[in-house]
Nanobody, 126 residues
Framework: VQVAESGGGLVQAGESLRLSCTTP????????MGWFRHVPGQGREGRAC????????YIPDDVKGRFTVTKDNANNTLYLQMNDLKPDDTGMYFC????????????????????WGQGTQVTVSS
């Protein structure tokens, strides 16, 4: 399964970005998905995740109220809307598609196995 992210870039603090993720050749309809950020020395941390039918999302406290994740099955696209960006949000953001069929609930973005994209860089200047 291919996973492709887009939408990263360089912005100033307080500005917004919207990341997009598609899975060319396969459907996202029946799978939970998420956005993760690589943290040097710590691996990838979940930034926003959504279950297969969009009824459950997980947004960690440090970005809650600023980040929103949506799953557009009709367009086979996952989005991450990031508002009021801060320099601490800087990093490589990865999209992931769950391998588990119709996972219900996305507690702390704890997926056992996923397909990863190549990542898109987000840089927020102060």
């Amino acid at each position: 399964v291919q996973v492709a992210e887009s939408g990263g870039g360089l912005v100033q603090a307080g500005e917004s970005l919207r990341l997009s993720c598609t899975t060319p050749g396969s459907s996202i309809d029946d799978y939970a998905m998420g956005w993760f950020r690589h943290v040097p020395g710590q691996g990838r941390e979940g930034r926003a995740c959504i279950d297969w039918n969009g009824r459950s999302t997980y947004i960690p406290d440090d970005v809650k109220g600023r980040f929103t994740v949506t799953k557009d099955n009709a367009n086979n696209t996952l989005y991450l809307q990031m508002n009021d960006l801060k320099p601490d949000d800087t990093g490589m953001y990865f999209c992931a598609r769950d391998r588990k069929f119709r996972r219900v609930g996305v507690r702390r973005c704890s997926f056992e196995s996923v397909y990863w994209g190549q990542g898109t860089q987000v840089t927020v200047s102060s």
